[in-house]
């Protein structure tokens, strides 16, 4: 829109929005009410979109007896390590891509550009038997190692970013007598927040929503992320009360991480968007 638009069509478009952004909405509101009724209210009709009477006691069920404060724990575990695995070694690599010139550049970054279009599908069985071989099935370590390998998708993200930003910093950096790690450490990493925060919230919402991963590769209740251990409470047959208020305990997390990150993450998905 323009402020030549005229106010009947910004009118229109403005209702479109938010008749749009109801529909998005309406299934989280409906989640969080539906886990603050109580079994007989559930089935009341017609239902009631704020419960009377209010009643938290789903949420405490869930985080002790079901054992979802003990999933946390584990999501939050492997995510921090995912995280920092994932920021670190694709920086290192998109660094090195970036501002080096050495013999198969091009080549190693479309390879690795390559990857992304094989499905996970294709690769599932044997990643399992290469992770069997090494006695790692039932721990977090196939949910965990991968991300310190560098993924193909982040580090064409920083790699752009890094790419965007001008050569002579790298230059004069090693006229003062920098060495390459210091000018990752020093100059790049700090310029870089903004695809790192973006990449950050990826690798965030990636680990802590992945439900087949830990489905393939944990048996030990013990050990259940909470989107297994959601899908476990499904499998249970619990009220949807329950099921709701561990639906909602999964979610906030990734709604808080993204309200905080959004400014970033979105500077950051912009800037390498339009500087690659």
Known sequence: MTKNTPWPLKLLIYALLLAGAFVM?????????????TVGAISQMPP??????????????????????????????????????????????????????????GLIFMVMLATLMIPGQVTMIPTYFIWKQFHALDTYYPLIVPSFLAGAFGIFLLHQYMKALP?????????DGCSPPGIFARIYLPLCKPALAALGVFTFMGAWNN???????????????????????????????????????????????????????VQGIASTGMKG
């Not at 050569?167 to 006229?175: C, D, P, R, T």
């Open 48 to 105: 009631k979109l704020i419960p009377d009477p209010i009643d938290f006691s789903n949420y405490t069920t869930a985080w002790t007896k079901v054992n979802f404060g003990k999933y946390t724990f584990n999501s939050f575990f492997i995510v921090v390590f995912d995280m920092i695995g994932s920021l670190f070694s694709c920086a290192v690599v998109a660094f090195g891509l970036a501002l080096f010139n050495f013999k198969g550049r």
């Open 167 to 175: 050569k002579e910093l790298y230059e004069s950096a090693v006229i």
């Open 25 to 37: 909405i309406f299934p989280f509101i409906w989640m969080i009410s539906t886990s603050l009724k």
């Open 211 to 265: 439900t087949l991963g830990p489905l393939i590769y944990l048996q030990t209740k013990e050990l259940y992320t909470l989107p297994l251990g959601l899908l476990y409470l499904k499998s249970e047959n619990v009220n949807q009360a329950l099921l709701m208020a561990g639906a909602v305990i999964t979610t906030l997390p990734v709604v808080i991480v993204y309200l905080f990150a959004q400014k970033h993450f």
